[in-house]
C-alpha cells in the first residue's frame, strides 16, 4: 500500500508541473522492466488516476493564475471565442483528448490552453484517465515483456534530459504564447489565421 501511494503523489506531481517535467510513460516503462506484469496492468490505473488529477489541477491552476492574473481583457475575450464555438460538441472535445491520451505526447500544454478557456474541467476528465490508463499499461506490459528477453541498459532514462527536450519544451511553451495572440473569432467565422495586436503598456504620467 505505502508503494502504491508513493507512485500515486509521484504521478501526480510529475503531471502537475507546467514545463520541463520527465514523461510519465518512462514511470510505467521502469516498472515493467522490474515488476510481474499483473502488478503494471494493476499500477498502470493507480497511476492514471493520479496523472488526470494532476492535470486538471494544473488547468485549474492555468485559469486561476495565468488567465486571472496576466491575460487581459482583450485576451481573455478573444480565447472565449473557442469555449463559445465548442459549446455542445463534448463528444468531439471527448473523441480529441481521448485519442491525445492514447499517446505518449506531453499533455501538459494541452490543459494550460484547455485552462485558459475557462471551459467545464470533468469534460476531459474521463477520456484522459481512459487513455492514460491504456497507455500506461501498453508502456509497463511492452516494457515487462522486453526485459523477459534482453538487458536493458540502465541509462535509458536519462536521454529524456537531452538538448531535444529542452528544446521541445521551449518550443512548447512559446505555442501556448502563440495560442493567446490568435484571432480566434476571425478563425472559427472565416476561417483566416490572423495574430491580434498586442495592447500597449499605459505609462503613467509624471
Known sequence: MPSILLLFIIVFL???IPAFAPPTWMVF???GFSSASNDVAWLAVVGAGAATLGRITLAKLSRIIVRQKFLSDATK???DAIRENLKGKRKMTFAVFLFYA???LPSN???IAYGLTAMELKIIALPFFLGRSVSYAFWGLASSAVAQRVAVNSKWAA???GVWFVASQILLLYAIYMFTRIDWRLLFAERKLRLIARTPKVRGRS
Open 14 to 16: 510529475m503531471n502537475l
Open 29 to 31: 516503462s521502469y516498472l
Open 77 to 79: 475575450q478573444n480565447i
Open 102 to 104: 492514447f499517446s505518449p
Open 109 to 111: 500544454y494541452l490543459f
Open 159 to 161: 536521454s529524456y534530459l
